[in-house]
């Protein structure tokens, strides 16, 4: 079983910063793959970003790209997603992921544990 809890989600205005972090327990932190899914309601959940186990690779959908940046700091088992130049329409409950597994990155049911998610709005 892998424990991951997101913070630092709030409210920011619109090209302003927030950090995300992913906590994440239970099982050896360099041995799943980890990604940003974000979420409004009526709607599917959203890949965000994407990090492989080592670090090596990250992905991004074009939506985020050159705005949000995903790393992972061993030491800490924990995940980031720092969000730069933030958007009214990324106002979301984001949600980190993790998995053992390989498929397609951004697909939401190829992950095996989910954290609760932590809410980030952006105003106009």
């Known amino acids: 079983q892998v424990q991951l809890v997101e913070s630092g989600g709030g409210l920011v205005q619109a090209g302003g910063s927030l950090r995300l972090s992913c906590a994440a327990s239970?099982?050896?932190?360099?041995?799943?793959?980890m990604a940003w899914f974000r979420q409004t309601p009526g709607k599917e959940r959203e890949f965000v970003a994407y990090i492989t186990r080592i670090g090596d690779i990250t992905q991004y959908p074009d939506s985020v790209k050159g705005r949000f940046t995903i790393s992972r700091a061993y030491a800490k088992n924990t995940v980031y997603l720092q969000m730069n130049s933030l958007k009214p329409e990324d106002t979301a409950v984001y949600y980190c992921a993790a998995r053992y597994s390989g498929g397609n990155v951004a697909t939401y049911d190829r992950y095996d544990y989910w954290g609760l998610g932590t809410q980030v709005t952006v105003s106009s």
């Open positions: 239970g099982r050896t932190f360099s041995t799943y793959d």
